[in-house]
């Protein structure tokens, strides 16, 4: 199993530019996440999705996108990226959100112009 | 709004020495995990603690639960260099949905 990946690794970006942030898993996990993690702020929830087609928004949702139209897919789109969404990007999925810890990939690293 | 505070924010203690990092958290939930960040990495699962009165213990690590309190502490029993990273500990708000909320983290650094 490869696990949570993401790509890309890292990624500079012009402001009002837009793009996607892409993040695969291939442990037939339900529950998947995006989160942003930005220095002394631990990490927030962007957006979630417990399954196929169902997404919600997080704490942090503002200025992002997402879908879920497979289980191993779960996309994460800045619609008009601004120097505020400069982080890291990470996502995460789990078999269910019940007793179970989240696996996370390696991360993006994203600088906005 | 659920409210996960970690102290201290910033830890630097010497090789065999115990300490204590201390996770409290604003609203009711009996899940709640932690995890460790070496610099520039992911994150890696270290507990997971379901119940109150959890306790789990891998290696020099042990975390505990008490749900009644609000309150998880994560135990370093004669830290080694190896340990040094930052800890992060977050929670389940099952009341708001799907959504786990993290602490700030903990950076600690074990000196030789």
């Known amino acids: 199993n490869a696990g949570v990946t993401q790509t890309p690794k890292f990624q500079v970006l012009k402001t009002g530019q837009s793009m996607t942030l892409q993040c695969a898993q291939d442990?037939?996990?339900?529950?998947m996440s995006w989160y942003r993690q930005d220095p002394g702020m631990g990490l927030r929830l962007i957006h979630y999705s417990v399954g196929a087609g169902i997404t919600d928004q997080g704490e942090v949702p503002n200025g992002y996108n997402v879908s879920r139209s497979t289980t191993e897919d779960f996309p994460l789109r800045l619609l008009s990226a601004a120097p505020s969404q400069t982080s890291v990007y990470f996502c995460?999925?789990?078999?269910?959100?019940?007793?179970?810890?989240?696996?996370f990939g390696p991360g993006t690293r994203l600088l906005v112009l | 709004e659920l409210k996960v505070e970690q102290n201290p924010l910033f830890l630097s203690m010497q090789e065999g020495k115990n300490y204590t990092i201390y996770c409290n958290y604003s609203t009711t939930s009996d899940r709640l995990y932690w995890y460790r960040q070496d610099p520039g990495k992911s994150l890696e699962s270290l507990f997971v603690l379901l119940s109150n009165g959890a306790v789990k213990q891998e290696g020099r690590l042990m975390a505990s639960l008490d749900t009644k309190a609000r309150l998880s502490t994560l135990h370093i029993t004669a830290a080694v260099h190896d340990l040094s990273a930052t800890y992060f500990c977050?929670?389940?708000?099952?009341?708001?949905?799907?959504?786990?909320?993290f602490g700030t983290g903990t950076s600690l650094t074990v000196i030789p």
């Open positions: 442990m037939n996990h339900e529950y």
């Open positions: 995460a999925s789990s078999y269910s959100r019940q007793q179970e810890t989240q696996y």
């Open positions: 977050a929670v389940d708000g099952r009341k708001t949905g799907n959504q786990f909320y």
